[in-house]
């Protein structure tokens, strides 16, 4: 089983790669978040957990999934865990083995991939350039073959991952700031002069936090906003923003840059 959350669809296309190549069933969280969250492992099956990391953390979305999540297995599981970002994880895997931890779930091997940027609500915080999003799909293209390879033989106690210079002060300073204060969806706002109401952001949007009245998209405002900025990337018309801030920056969301080249 691999679990997923993905928002501009990078950890989407690194899990569906996954469960291509190690055959196993993939798993949306937000999806599954409606349910019990009850699983049964068979006999020598693996569990996979792919996310993004929001503010050199994990998603509250993942925690949230953690903390409900129970799994029922007779043997030994094999644990993996693989966290995109655009740059670096901080310690941000850490964290999340801690939110196992609280389940008896170990992993066995962990990797992050760095992938195009999605976050742009701060200054000097910009999608990258075309030819560096290329850059960056065609070496994690390649390093997916090898973690997949790597887990099909169930390798165990690899941790490659790149977690930036002072890790514990971007998770526990920077990202615990970030986190607390700064995921919301209360400054998403359309430009209704501008809104062909195509309504892709009310279907891309992961959670559902967005519903449609007189055309125009609204969000709900209930503190479940994840802030990966689906809905402000997938506008066809950059009639999305969050704040003034967006206004000047691109968009990107996974497949974008490659069928635009
Ligand atoms: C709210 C938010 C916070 C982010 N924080 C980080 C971060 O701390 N470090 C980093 O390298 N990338 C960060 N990013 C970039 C994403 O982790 C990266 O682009 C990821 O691959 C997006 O995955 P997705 O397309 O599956 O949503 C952030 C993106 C968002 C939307």
New binding site residues.
Partial sequence: MIFYF???????WVAEELAKKTGEKLLCIPDELKGECSYFLQEGERLGFCF?????QPPRIVKDFINKVTFSFKSPIYIYTIL???????QALELFKKELDKKRLQISSAYSLI?????VCLPFMYTDAPENELNKIHKATIELTRIANEIISRESGIVRINTGKFPWI?SHVI?AYFNAFM?SDKKFFVEENICIHCRKCEKTCPIGNIFIKNGLPHWHHNNIC????SCYHHCPKHAINYGKITRKRGQY??GHTINNH
């Fill in positions: 993905s928002g501009t669809g990078n950890t989407r993004p990391v929001h503010g050199w995109t970002c655009g740059d670096n994880i901080g992938m195009p940027e999605s976050y971007l990202g995921i994840t802030n990966c900025l969301f996974f």
